[in-house]
């Protein structure tokens, strides 16, 4: 199934059209759309569903023995991670789950919420910026993060969630 808009996608686009139906019914706080909006803009600015350099799938830009496997695995994503592929229509393994972010947008969504929910330490205050930084190293260990533009973006996602 192809879940996907046209790209680049807007923040309010993101918001309507990505996080609104992915989360229905889902973990969902005001705390987790700005992290999810602040991560999608540094990953992929909702413009790239596959990495343009290398292996990473969907907005929020998971690799197969990364993300993929971490929320597969993980006992506080484990069954919402079977969930989200069966919505999806997919086998929920690692293979099909990685195969289909590029193409499902609401899966890539779930995905990006449930990796937020393996980490035992609560979502940052709206407004920390450093803390919401340090969440986002935490569990997207990204390979070459790039400090100097997470503070324009962080503020973007904040604006348009509040």
């Not at 803009?41 to 969907?58: I, K, Y």
């Not at 496997?69 to 919402?80: E, L």
């Amino acid at each position: 199934m192809n879940r996907q808009l046209p790209t680049p996608l807007t923040l309010p686009q993101v918001q309507a059209h990505v996080l609104a139906p992915a989360l229905k019914g889902w973990p969902d706080s005001i705390e987790a759309r700005v992290m999810l909006l602040a991560i999608g803009l540094q990953e992929s600015r909702f413009a790239h569903r596959r990495q343009v350099r290398g292996p990473a799938r969907g907005f929020w830009q998971f690799e197969k023995g990364g993300g993929v496997r971490g929320v597969m695995t993980h006992p506080a994503s484990r069954a919402r991670a079977v969930q989200a592929c069966q919505a999806a229509g997919i086998a929920a393994t690692y293979d099909a789950a990685y195969a289909q972010l590029e193409h499902d947008d609401l899966l890539a969504a779930r995905f990006a919420r449930l990796l937020l929910l393996t980490d035992p330490q609560p979502l940052p205050k709206l407004g920390d910026e450093q803390g919401a930084w340090d969440y986002y190293i935490r569990n997207w260990r990204p390979g070459k993060p790039h400090r100097h533009t997470w503070g324009r973006l962080y503020a973007q996602a904040l604006e348009v969630v509040k």
